[in-house]
């Protein structure tokens, strides 16, 4: 059974920093490409960044030079390093995994975790 499990949401005020983490399992981890996606309130879901299997990274434009995204192999687990938060970053932050490649697309992916909030507000 595949799981992904996110954490590490919260509160933050604009200009601070938050660390999710998505840790799975039920898969060959060192095989995956891990995604992160978003969706704020009334907003389509977007896609935020992903690192693929061989650690090859891509950021949207949005989150470039702020949000660093890094997998540690051995734990089975992705990290989401966000920093200089603004307002426009709150969302519920989901991860998802297939296999080797990424993908900006969501509907390339076969599983996803239950999402963790995020929230920029003063």
């Known amino acids: 059974q595949v799981q992904l499990v996110e954490s590490g949401g919260g509160l933050v005020q604009p200009g601070g920093s938050l660390r999710l983490s998505c840790k799975t399992s039920?898969?060959?981890?060192?095989?995956?490409?891990i995604a992160w996606f978003r969706q704020a309130p009334g907003k389509d879901r977007e896609f935020v960044t992903v690192?693929?299997?061989?650690?090859?990274?891509d950021y949207a434009d949005s989150v470039k030079g702020r949000f660093t995204i890094s997998r540690d192999n051995a734990k089975s687990t992705v990290n989401l390093q966000m920093t200089g938060l603004k307002p426009e970053d709150t969302a519920v932050y989901y991860c998802?995994?297939?296999?080797?490649?990424?993908?900006?697309?969501?509907?390339?992916?076969?599983?996803w975790g239950q999402g963790t909030q995020v929230t920029v507000s003063s």
């Open positions: 690192i693929d299997w061989s650690g090859r990274v």
């Open positions: 039920g898969r060959a981890f060192s095989r995956d490409a």
């Open positions: 998802a995994v297939r296999g080797f490649l990424g993908s900006r697309s969501g509907a390339a992916y076969s599983y």
